[in-house]
C-alpha cells in the first residue's frame, strides 16, 4: 500500500477542498437551521462529477478509483454532513448497487441520470419494526403475472422525498427469510408509492429524511434489481458501500473539528495564556489528531482493497465503526475547547456535535460493525 496520494488525488482533494470552502461552508449553517435540502447545491456537486465519482465513465460516471471516492467524501463532509449523506445515498448506495447488479438497460436508463444528478436515489431497507436486523422486513413483493405488488412502509430513509428513484427491498416469501427478499428499483409517480417527510432531527437538518409508502405498488419485472431471492445480497453489498463512504465522511468531521480547535486554542485567551497552552487542552487536541490519522489509514486500507478487488467487509466495518465513533469523541471534545461559544449554533463544532451521531448509528449502528467483526474473528456468527 502507498501512503503517497497520486499527483491526480492530491487535485482532487485540492479542488473538492476549495469547492466544499467556497460554495458549501457559507450556506451549510443556514440550510441547517432552516432545514433545507440544498438540491442547487446538489446539481453543482454533480456538475463538479463528485456524483459519479467511483462510476464508470460509459455510464456517466468519473470512473475514479475508491481512495479518489473517499477524498472526495470527507471533503464533503468536513464541509456539511448533511450534504455528505446525500453523497453517500447517491453514489454508493443506489448507483453502485446498479453497476453491480443492474442489468445493462438499467444501467444506461439510470446511471447516466444520478451521476448528472438530474435524478436522485434513495435507499429503502428500514421499517418501523427491521432496523439492525432487515430480515424482519414486513414490507411485501407478492407476484402477479409479470408484475410485483408491492405493500408496507419504509422508514427513516435518507432523499425519501426528493428521490425521484427509490431502491427497495421487499419480502417475496415470509418462510424464506433472507432469502426471500428482492430489491426493486421503484422510480418517483408510480401508482401507490408516496412519501412522507420526517423532520425536527437531533442533527443532519439539511438533509432530507423520510418514509416510503407503499399501497398495492405495482411495478414491473423489469424493475428487479438482482435476482428475485437475491435482494439481501443487494442490500449488504450496497451497505459495504455505505459503510465506507459514511467512514470517509467521518474522517472529515475529525479534520473539521481539529481545524477549529487548532485555530480557536491559540486564539482564545484565558488565565493571560492561550488556552491551547495548557496540557489538559493539548490533550484532547492530540486524541483527535491520533484519532484523525487513525481513522483516515483505516479508511484508505479499506479502500486499497476495493481498488484491488479483494475481501473488504471486514475492514469496511473496522473502518465505520472506528470513524464514526472518533467523530462523536472529536465534536465532543471540540465543543469542550470552544466552551460557551461551542455550546452555541454560532460556533462552526455545534452542528458537528449534532451531525457525528447518526454515524454511530446509520448503515449498521457501532453494535452491529462489533458483531460483524467479532462474528468474523471468531467464526460464530452472532446473528441468527
Ligand atoms: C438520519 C437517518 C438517516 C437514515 N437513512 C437511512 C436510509 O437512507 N436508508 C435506510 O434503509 N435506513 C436509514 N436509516 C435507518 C438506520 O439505518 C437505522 O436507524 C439503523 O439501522 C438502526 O435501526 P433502528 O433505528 O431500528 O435501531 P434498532 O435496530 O431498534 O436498535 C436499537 C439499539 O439496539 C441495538 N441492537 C440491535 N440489535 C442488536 C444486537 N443484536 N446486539 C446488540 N445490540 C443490538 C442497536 O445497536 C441500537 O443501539 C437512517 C437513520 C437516521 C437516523
Keep these: 500500500m502507498d501512503f503517497d496520494p497520486t499527483d491526480e488525488q492530491r487535485l482532487i482533494r485540492d479542488t473538492v477542498r476549495r469547492f466544499a470552502e ?6 451549510a449553517a443556514g440550510n441547517d437551521r432552516a432545514g433545507r435540502f440544498p438540491r442547487e447545491l446538489v446539481n453543482r456537486m454533480a456538475a463538479m462529477g463528485f456524483l459519479g465519482g467511483p462510476i464508470p465513465k460509459e455510464y456517466g460516471g468519473s470512473g475514479l478509483d475508491y481512495i479518489s471516492h473517499a477524498i472526495i467524501t470527507e471533503e464533503v463532509g468536513r464541509a456539511d454532513s448533511s450534504l455528505r449523506t446525500t453523497l453517500s445515498v447517491q453514489v454508493s448506495l443506489v448507483a453502485l448497487s446498479l453497476v453491480r447488479w443492474g442489468t445493462e438497460e438499467q444501467k444506461r436508463r439510470y446511471l447516466p441520470e444520478l451521476c448528472a444528478g438530474r435524478l ?86 439539511a438533509s432530507d429524511t423520510g418514509e416510503l409508502i407503499f399501497e398495492d405498488c405495482t411495478v414491473p419485472d423489469s424493475a428487479l434489481l438482482g435476482p428475485s431471492g437475491h435482494g439481501f445480497k443487494v442490500a449488504m453489498s450496497a451497505l459495504d458501500n455505505g459503510r465506507y463512504s459514511v467512514a470517509a465522511g ?57 481498488d484491488h478487488g479483494l475481501p473488504h467487509t471486514v475492514e469496511t466495518s473496522i473502518a465505520k465503526y472506528f470513524a464514526s465513533e472518533a467523530a462523536v469523541r472529536a465534536a465532543t471534545d471540540a465543543v469542550q475547547i470552544f ?40 467464526g460464530i456468527r452472532a446473528f441468527t
Design 250 to 306: 467521518c474522517v472529515g468531521i475529525i479534520q473539521g473539528c481539529l481545524d477549529a480547535c487548532t485555530e480557536y486554542a491559540k486564539t482564545r485567551k484565558q488565565f493571560g495564556r492561550p488556552i491551547g497552552s495548557f496540557q489538559l487542552v493539548q490533550d484532547m487536541i492530540a486524541r483527535m489528531a491520533v484519532d484523525l490519522d487513525a481513522a483516515r489509514l483505516l479508511v484508505f486500507r479499506a479502500g486499497h482493497l476495493k
Design 22 to 27: 467556497q460554495e458549501i461552508m457559507p450556506v
Design 120 to 205: 436522485l436515489g434513495c435507499f429503502g431497507l428500514t421499517e418501523p419494526n427491521a432496523g439492525s436486523d432487515p430480515s424482519g422486513m414486513e414490507t411485501t413483493a407478492i407476484k402477479r403475472g409479470d408484475r410485483w405488488v408491492l405493500n408496507g412502509t419504509k422508514t427513516w430513509i435518507s432523499n425519501a422525498t426528493v428521490a425521484g428513484l427509490a431502491l427497495v427491498f421487499a419480502q417475496t416469501d415470509p418462510g424464506k427469510g433472507h432469502d426471500g427478499i428482492a430489491a426493486f428499483l421503484v422510480e418517483k409517480g408510480s401508482r401507490g408509492f408516496s412519501t412522507h417527510p420526517i423532520t425536527e432531527k437531533l442533527g443532519l437538518r
Design 339 to 378: 466552551g460557551a461559544y461551542g455550546y452555541s449554533e454560532e460556533a462552526p463544532v455545534a452542528r458537528y456535535y449534532r451531525d457525528a451521531k447518526v454515524a454511530t448509528i446509520y448503515e449498521g449502528t457501532s453494535q452491529i460493525q462489533k458483531l460483524l467483526i467479532g462474528s468474523h474473528l471468531l
